[in-house]
């Protein structure tokens, strides 16, 4: 007996014991007080801990904790409880296990009146805890003995201290159960599955249930009584635990389903990788909780009491922000967002009611926004105003905008997304008239307020245009998409004299990019009226900036125009980022009346926008109106906009749905198209883009949007290119590119995009030799001036001078662009660009050793290259292209090995690293494209007359770039990627070559490996996985063909210390093996891991054979240990598995993998 | 499309110390000179005089032999002077007594105005690598009048 049971409560201290007892008692006092005033404190964390750990210490706790003075000292005996018993727990009789929990219980019970709250608490979770460990030992009398003490605490009888402490043990009990909030026991992860289950299934409901009832008992006294009464800390106990009860993640109440353990990583609820700011979850507690939440008035009685105690306290402001308040908006927003199962589905009034009573409830709170606002700004909480914006968001999220709209008008004359639309048109208003930057109610209030009709109108967005808003709906959207432009366009002119600091501009600008989004989509629910509103709104600003031209500054306006452009970039056209964007259904489908293209409100906004932004064509409108920063917001339109409409194909950027044949739809479609106004708009675009090249020096921010957005969108699609090359505006462009000193000086980027650019559109030719022409023209200039510099005799001297390594840079960065723009028509033309330039590359390689950048371009060059030609290289042709890299790659280490830099500045000195890290990373780059030659080949020669052998040239490029690869530098993640890539390629096309390396080179690659399977990025791990069943498969397939495979590094070592090294596949084998067993990671690995497991075992059997007894014999469980060995016998037998390495067994291992960690995991991991 | 404006005859080479260079297009890593000293680019962020005025270009950069740290603001489309900054290697063939060094120019001369680094780690290297007869390459780099070693490296020969 341990003193805990029930029987020897009280009785049966010795004297002895009772001396012990208190000096115990006395120690742990003085090491609480010791630490509270930091005295000593590594001493008294010692003398607590020792209690902590030792053995039984439950009688000297318990004395503590009914005798101490000192409440630290109480405290820290409950958590010595929890430890020693979570610990001890399987050597504890039955009745010591309920001794100590009953105690717990009976403890907080009887101090329910004490004012240390936190050693109750802490005692209350110790009961919690205990109870769950020993939650499936407990027969169901057991527990119900507990928890009939439970309810009687909660219904009230012993008073409302204890009401309170029950209620709060309930608490405890639902964190400790809810994976996400449990706390560690060292057990194996089914067990707190099961627990989780059987609570799910057989207490939660009735949990609830004891709630609502605890906290019917005291709603009368609360509503009755006129100041605060003790009842509301019950309450808001009550309303918290429903509330945490109702955010369980409710797995085993979906019909059908059965849920099973995710057994390859911890069950924490993962993100929702949504676009949304405010968290939104769908409650779905399954079709039985029906009584408890929807057919017993419990939302009719949790409405009343908050808005019967709302009133009493109309006058008292803080009241909004009480506890019990806060506690009661938190379940009824909650409760709007129930869903699922619990709607019996052929009964779906019951659904609107349920949401409509909710919204009578919530109503107040919002409506009427006008007097809720200004009563706000007044000086009251915003807090509950918030929380009836969350409950529209939840309502919102489980509804169609259809019912959505429709459940206000039995109350209102209007419907909700008029009330949505007013309360949002309020909470702008507040946000326009105080513009401050602090963040205040109204910042929140549009957030959730927009993610609502995000919510709302993404859901409609997409469904083939036919489901509109209805009329009223569209009215309301429409007027507040004009009072938002309004703000936002009052907030850019006052914004407009005032200098943002960079920083807060780039963030700004992809929170703008979402809300703009968000705005679109309301403007596009209510097109018939935002269109025009957006057109007139436009001409208004231009002709504002006409009028006042040379004598108003025009900065605010010019702000507008430029707010305005993105709010139209927005509406008119979504981001076709990777796809072809389509024209938005609401612009497709509305309009229906027009007939003439010139009217079409779509036409007329596009067509204003594109003649305000061919002025700039002209320099005094360019010197006096067109800033740089309005240049920007203009090319950023015109990509949006003719990426989406310009000369469209039809069928393809159409879509395919039911509105074919609209008359309205038809003259959008054809107006921009390249036999209307397509090439003139095309012209003009052209024209615009060079004027901007030109004239805008130092730009940078201005050209990188032209080359990388405009003119590079305009030549991805293949039917404009044709008419690119017949404007005599893009050989202009093609001109200047070539021989314009101005355009040498953009920024490297920008140079390398145009070039790229300018070679794609030669795809317009009539002809592959066209093009080809066409691309040599293009690139003589800058081919011919690296060679001439080249040959120059006093190269040496001349190469140092700036204005020669800015030439060399600048035309390199151009080779490059045009090299990665290599496609089968014009890889001819930049095949020779490069073979022409190999000797100077090499030259400059040479007399450029010390200056980096330099080095860096060149390397980087001849990657783009040789990834984009070699798939198309005939074998004399690829002997070439590898001697060249053979030499680079030579003369490049020999320039880098053991050279050590030296400088003053540590700065200078990190550069100098990362530079070379980064050419490293180009080298690794060029290793794997040279791979590639042997899997995508398409040139005309067979395999057989390949005359070069490219395992060779990697295999030496391998040992000339491992010694340069620490593991530091593979913390960088992209090298580490193309190291990896690099490796598990070249392990499984060419595993011979790695048995050939040295013993250090080939320890140094696996080192490695061993590394990389230890990473987080699932795809490194891949890779690893990868490249270990290459090594494994290879060895065991010559091992079986009487080679020697991998030889000496597989059969394992004695080193001159008698000491044995085990083989690398020994050690792989291992270390997979237990990564499989006790490591977290993504399911998508599992397959992987597989195929490289099953070579490790056919590769070591004798190992894999006492690795296997060595996990049973751990094992302590009889149960546990046979599942175990079962599991283990099934891995390698079942599936008709064999020994040889083909497709089928490789297949049929995965899935007995699979079944094994399924099985398995879930006791072997412990939390 | 071919013209001359490109020209690599040199005749007065070395004679200009610097060359003008547009500000918006001198990069991170690139050569600088700023209050008269040539630097090192370790940072360009670029800002606009108010929001619709021209982009400025502002650089941190570090003296590339004292490594000290100057900062300097330029219009991007203006001009900023460029030092010419040369690296030649030579080959180590004495370390005297008193800290100066040997080298062999390239035109069979030596070159005896340079002392030993004053990096005790490197110095030893150099001295270590010299007297196992090992082959040093020593790399000076020089501009505006100043030099300075920033590099070395053994090319293997010698026991």
């Known amino acids: ?1167 | 499309m071919s013209d001359d404006e490109h020209h690599f005859e040199s005749s007065d080479s070395g004679a200009s110390k610097t060359f003008p260079q547009q500000a918006g297009n001198i990069r991170k890593s690139g050569f600088i000179v700023i209050k008269g000293r040539p630097c090192r680019v370790v940072e360009v962020s670029t800002s606009k005089t108010g929001k619709h005025g021209h982009a400025k270009c502002h650089f941190v950069a570090i003296d590339i032999f004292n490594g000290k740290k100057l900062e300097d603001i330029v219009p991007s489309s203006h001009n900023c002077d460029v030092p010419h900054v040369n690296r030649l290697d030579y080959q180590l063939i004495d370390i005297s007594e008193d800290g100066f060094i040997s080298l062999l120019t390239d035109s069979g001369g030596t070159k005896d105005d340079l002392k030993l680094p004053t990096d005790d780690f490197l110095a030893a290297h150099m001295k270590s690598g010299f007297e196992e007869g090992k082959e040093v390459v020593v790399t000076v780099m020089s501009s505006m009048g100043e030099e300075q070693i920033c590099a070395v490296k053994e090319v293997g020969g010698g026991k």
């Not at chain 1, 009990?173 to 194996?188: C, N, R, W």
């Not at chain 1, 506890?323 to 019951?350: D, H, T, W, Y």
């Open chain 1, 1 to 1167: 007996m341990l003193g805990f049971s029930n029987d020897s409560a009280g009785g049966g201290v010795g004297a002895e014991d009772l001396a012990q007892l208190q000096s115990t008692m006395r120690a742990i006092e003085l090491a609480c007080s010791y630490i509270q005033i930091n005295s000593n404190p590594v001493a008294a964390e010692a003398t607590i801990l020792s209690l902590h750990q030792s053995p039984q210490p439950y009688k000297a706790c318990r004395y503590i904790l009914e005798h101490s003075q000192v409440p630290n000292a109480r405290f820290q005996a409950a958590a010595a409880i929890r430890e020693a018993a979570i610990r001890e727990w399987s050597f504890l009789a039955t009745d010591d296990k309920g001794g100590l929990i009953s105690f717990c219980l009976s403890y907080v019970m009887q101090h329910a009146n004490s004012s240390e709250g936190y050693v109750l608490s802490k005692v209350s979770s110790v009961a919690a805890q205990l109870m769950k460990r020993g939650w499936l030992e407990f027969t169901p009398a057991e527990k119900e003995v507990f928890f009939y003490q439970i309810n009687q605490a909660i219904l009230g009888s012993r008073g409302l201290d204890v009401q309170f402490i029950g209620i709060n043990f309930l608490e405890s009990l639902v964190s400790e159960f809810s994976p996400s909030t449990s706390s560690a026991m060292g057990l194996p992860r089914e067990f707190h599955e099961n627990c989780r289950k059987s609570l799910e299934q057989n207490f939660l409901k009735t949990f609830y249930q004891w709630a609502k009832d605890a906290a019917l008992s005291v709603t009368n006294k609360i509503i009755e009584s006129h100041s605060s009464v003790p009842e509301v800390k019950v309450c808001n106990a009550t309303l918290r635990l429903m509330y945490q009860i109702l955010n369980w993640e409710f797995r085993y109440s979906k019909g059908g389903t059965r849920a099973s353990i995710n057994v390859f990583s911890d069950g924490i609820r993962p993100d929702n990788a949504s676009a949304r700011k405010t968290e939104c979850i769908i409650v779905q507690p399954g079709a039985s909780w029906c009584d408890v939440l929807l057919s017993s008035s419990h939302v009719g009685w949790l409405i009343n009491l908050y808005s019967s105690v709302r009133q009493k306290f109309d006058l008292e402001g803080y009241w909004l922000d009480c506890p019990v308040a806060v506690s009661a908006r938190k379940l009824i927003v909650q409760l709007c967002s129930l869903a699922g199962e619990i709607f019996p589905s052929n009964n779906v009034q019951m659904r609107e009611q349920h949401l409509l009573l909710l919204l009578s409830g919530v109503l107040p709170w919002i409506d009427p926004p006008d007097v809720i606002s200004k009563e706000i700004e007044e000086g009251r909480s915003g807090s509950e105003m918030i929380d009836g914006c969350r409950a529209l968001l939840s309502i919102g999220t489980v509804t169609t905008p259809v019912v959505f709209d429709q459940l206000l008008r039995s109350l209102r004359p209007f419907g909700t997304l008029t009330l949505l639309s007013m309360l949002m048109g309020e909470v702008v208003k507040v946000l326009m008239a105080n513009s401050t930057d602090e963040e205040t109610w109204s910042y929140e209030a549009r957030d959730i307020l927009l993610d609502t009709w995000t919510t709302l109108l993404a859901s409609m967005d997409g469904s083939g245009g036919n489901a509109w808003l209805p009329p009223e709906g569209m009215h309301a959207a429409a007027s507040l998409f004009s009072l938002i432009v309004e703000s936002e366009l009052k907030v850019a002119s006052a914004s407009a004299t005032t200098t943002e600091d960079d920083a807060d501009c780039l963030a700004s600008v992809s929170a703008m990019d979402e809300r703009l989004g968000s705005y679109a989509l309301i403007a596009r629910a209510a097109v018939d009226a935002t269109i025009p509103f957006l057109a007139k709104l436009f001409s208004d600003r231009v002709a504002c900036l006409h009028q006042g031209r040379g004598t108003v500054d025009p900065t605010e306006t010019l702000e507008e125009v430029y707010s305005l452009l993105l709010i139209v970039g927005h509406v008119l056209a979504d981001e076709g980022e990777g796809e072809t964007a389509l024209v938005p259904d609401a612009l497709q489908s509305h309009f229906v009346d027009v007939v003439e293209a010139n009217n079409h409100p779509v036409v007329v906004l596009s067509s204003s926008i594109i003649k305000f932004a061919e002025q700039c064509l002209d320099a005094e409108m360019r010197s006096s109106i067109f800033s740089p920063r309005l240049m920007e917001a203009v090319i950023w339109f015109l990509a949006r906009w003719s990426f989406t409409y310009l000369m469209l194909v039809e069928d393809c950027n159409l879509g395919s749905n039911q509105l074919q044949s609209l008359p309205s739809r038809a003259c959008l479609f054809t107006f921009f198209n390249e036999h209307n106004q397509g090439k003139f708009v095309l012209d003009i675009i052209v024209r615009i883009s060079l004027t901007s090249l030109m004239s805008y020096p130092g730009e940078k921010d201005l050209q990188e949007l032209i080359c990388f957005q405009l003119l590079h969108a305009l030549v991805r699609r293949r039917n404009i290119c044709f008419h690119l090359l017949s404007l005599d505006s893009w050989r202009k462009l093609a001109n200047a590119f070539a021989n314009d000193k101005s355009l040498f000086l953009l920024n490297s980027g920008s140079q390398r995009s145009l070039a790229q650019t300018l070679v794609l559109s030669a795809y317009g030719m009539q002809s592959s030799d066209a093009s080809n022409q066409y691309v040599k023209d293009l690139m003589a200039h800058m081919t011919s001036s690296l060679v001439d510099l080249s040959n120059n005799s006093d190269l040496k001297n001349l190469a140092q001078r700036p204005d020669i390594i800015m030439l060399v840079s600048c035309v390199l960065e151009r080779l490059r662009g045009a090299a990665s723009a290599t496609e089968p028509r014009t890889q001819r033309a930049i095949y020779e660009m490069g073979l022409a330039v190999m000797n100077p590359v090499l030259r400059l390689l040479e007399v450029y050793k010390h200056e980096s950048a330099v080095i860096y371009l060149l390397l980087k060059f001849v990657v783009d290259w040789v990834d984009g030609q070699l798939s198309y290289l005939e074998a004399h042709e690829t002997a070439v292209v590898i001697n060249f890299c053979m030499s680079l790659l030579q003369m490049y280490s020999s320039h880098n090995i053991g050279k050590i830099s030296l400088s003053l500045s540590s700065t200078l000195l990190n550069e100098a690293k990362t530079e070379k890290y980064k050419d490293l990373r180009a080298l690794l780059q060029l290793l794997s494209h040279l791979c590639s030659k042997d899997m995508v080949d398409f040139s005309s020669d067979s395999i057989e007359t390949q005359s070069t052998n490219i395992s060779q040239v990697v295999y030496f490029g391998l040992h000339i770039i491992t010694p340069l690869i620490t593991l530091e530098l593979l913390k960088y993640p992209k090298l580490c990627f193309d190291y990896f890539s690099l490796i598990s390629h070249m392990l499984e096309v060419y595993p011979e070559t790695l048995a050939q390396l040295n013993n250090d080179a080939f320890s140094h690659v696996l080192t490695t490996v061993d590394f990389g399977l230890h990473q987080q990025d699932v795809d490194i791990v891949t890779m690893c996985l990868r490249a270990l069943k290459a090594l494994a498969s290879y060895h065991y397939k010559e091992k079986n063909a009487g080679n020697s495979g991998l030889g000496s590094h597989a059969a394992g070592h004695t080193d001159p210390n008698g000491v044995f090294h085990e083989g690398i596949l020994s050690r792989f084998l291992r270390t997979l093996l237990h990564f499989l067993l006790f490591e977290d990671y993504s399911t998508d690995l599992v397959s992987t891991a597989a195929d490289a497991l099953f070579p490790l075992i056919l590769c070591e059997p004798n190992l894999y054979q006492g690795l296997g007894n060595e996990l049973i014999e751990k094992q302590a469980n009889p149960n546990f240990k046979t599942r175990l060995a079962n599991a283990l016998q099934v891995l390698t037998t079942s599936n008709q598995l064999s020994s040889s390495l083909d497709r089928l067994n490789y297949q049929r291992f995965r899935k007995n993998l699979n079944n094994f960690l399924v099985e398995v995991r879930g006791f072997l991991k412990t939390r």
